[in-house]
């Protein structure tokens, strides 16, 4: 389901859509020939380049894609009033499909790694503090140890194939998975038809395979500062990936300011106040990119010290961190493996 377009998404697809055209024209001497298609899904934009040896039609493909998507909205999306989640949401007899059974698994998998800092109900409180679909801000101390009754992974259950809540006013809340998981559908799709080399980028969650005439794929990261609305238009940095998945989360573009304080939407789920730590974004890398996702999340939720700790202990990821130091200064820092493949721009 596409949602309404604001200036900002119009904006990101012009953006992909040109370093497309410029990418494109750079490879037509060089072999093998990439094609390339840009679309909308998930209220944001969509890019794919791919290695086009077996000449599959662009626009045929798009339109697969596009039915791909279209059928994981209908599953996952909170936008969509008759996807599954939302009416599980509301508790009425609705059966789980293989997109959410298995980003539900996912889900549970993340959350015991990152000891409950990523978590799918905490819906509730993301709702009441303003932000998700047809959210306003209902915030009250009373209203927050009500919800807070609600959150846990460890309260909702997959079992002969139905979620079994043990509340019914609990709500399962995808968003800050769900396009990394929409990431990894659309590759599978790709590897179906043997293709070996492509990027596909979902809402600037990206997941590459194979080399682009040779070399790793570049990917862009965004420079987190809240002027910063059209992704792509300053970076912090590039990093060079292969047969990986990454995935960026920040509290610089969905966020408001109340009576001079900031409230970003990463909600922490242990609290249920929005996170107030020195953390701007968190860029995961990992192998597939529903795991990206979700760690980049609970990075948000964990802050600066504590996602350096946590990476320590997860060797299989690696990260590149922005933040700031007491004098608001932009500091960042990559895991070592990670420091041979970034070039920061300058500072």
Sequence with gaps: ????????????????????????????????????????????????????????????????????????????SLYNDSSIVSRINRNEDAVPDSFFTEVFRKSVIISK???????????????????????????????????????????????NGKLIKS???????????????????????????GIKNYLVEIGGEVRAKGKKTGNLWRIGIDKPVDSNISPGQELEAII???????????????????????????????????????????????DDCTTADGIATACMVFGTEKTIEFLGNHPEFEAFLVYSDSNGNFKTWASDKLKSYLSESEK
């Design 113 to 159: 790694m990152t000891d409950g800092a990523f978590d799918i109900t905490v819906g509730p409180l993301v709702r009441a503090w303003g932000f998700g679909p047809d959210a306003h801000k209902s915030f009250t101390e009373a209203k927050r140890d009500s919800l807070m009754k609600l959150i846990g992974i460890n309260k909702v259950s997959l079992t």
């Design 240 to 286: 060079k990936i292969s047969d990986k998945a990454l995935a960026t989360s920040g509290n610089y573009r969905k966020f408001y300011i109340e009576d001079g304080v900031k409230y970003s939407h990463e909600i922490d789920p242990k609290t249920g106040y929005p996170v107030k730590n020195n953390l701007l974004s968190a860029s995961v890398i990992a």
């Design 1 to 76: 389901m596409l949602h309404l377009l604001d200036k900002n998404v119009i904006n990101k697809l012009l953006v992909g859509l040109l370093l497309l055209a410029v990418f494109t024209s750079s490879c037509k001497e060089n072999k093998p020939v990439f094609a390339n298609f840009t679309g909308f899904a998930q209220g944001s934009t969509y890019s794919i380049v791919y290695d086009n040896k077996k000449n599959i039609d662009p626009a045929e493909l798009r339109k697969k894609v596009d039915k791909i998507l279209q059928d994981f909205d209908n599953s996952l």
């Design 167 to 193: 509340d019914p006013h609990i709500s399962l809340d995808f968003n800050a998975i769900a396009q990394g998981y929409s990431v990894d559908v659309v590759c599978r799709f790709f590897d179906s038809l």
